[in-house]
């Protein structure tokens, strides 16, 4: 095999191509594919981050739909226990309504009478009023009473029975003399 003998000027050549292919390496790394590395970087994260908001905004859709279900149901709800408000003073037509309640339950003797009213603490109840009353059922059978008390408080949602006293009958144990304290929640006029 001959052996290649470079001169000096070629050595110089060589070596020189050699520091410049290193430059060249070195530019090319540090200049054009270094900043495409970190523009590739900075949008893998700006990716991640839009992601991460498309899913909160996804959830704060799904709230949305829920709250407005909720929205609408609450307002179907309150239309119908504003129905469930009469006109007239309470005092007018709540005694009467009783007494009504009571005959239909199959106790006869029956009295309501209001205790006191005030309005709700509460904001969102600024239009109702918070009306006490005192149901007397001078003679009851305590089954019969026990239906009563239950058929009420389900079949009228702003009523809800607060107290009841109940006092055995000395002449006849099979009745029961007994007081209701009831609220009421009714819309003001």
């Known amino acids: 095999m001959k052996q290649l003998k470079l001169t000096k000027d070629q ?3 060589l070596g020189l191509s050699a ?3 290193v430059v060249l390496i070195y530019v090319y790394f540090s200049f054009f594919l270094g ?3 970190d523009s590739r970087d900075s949008m893998l994260g700006t990716i991640t981050e839009l992601q991460g908001k498309i899913a909160n905004s996804k959830n704060e859709m799904t709230k949305a739909n829920n709250l407005e279900k909720q929205a609408s149901n609450a307002t179907s709800r ?3 226990l504003k ?3 009469q006109e007239g003073a309470p005092i007018a037509w709540f005694p009467p309504r009783m007494k009504t309640f009571f005959t239909n339950q199959e106790i006869d003797k029956s ?3 209001l205790e006191g009213s005030a309005p709700f603490k509460e904001p969102d109840l600024a239009n109702w009023m918070r009306y006490t009353w005192l149901v007397d059922l001078p003679q009851a059978d305590f089954s019969t009473l026990g239906k009563a008390v239950s058929t009420l408080e389900n079949t009228e949602p702003l009523l809800s029975i607060t ?8 002449d006849d144990p099979q009745f029961q003399q007994v007081s209701l304290t009831a609220t009421t929640a009714i819309l003001k006029r």
């Open 163 to 170: 107290k009841i006293t109940i006092r055995a009958l000395p």
């Open 11 to 13: 050595i110089q050549k």
């Open 35 to 37: 900043p495409l590395n």
């Open 83 to 85: 129905a469930l408000s």
């Open 19 to 21: 520091v410049g292919f």
């Open 78 to 80: 309150f239309a119908a």
């Open 111 to 113: 009295s309501a009478r």
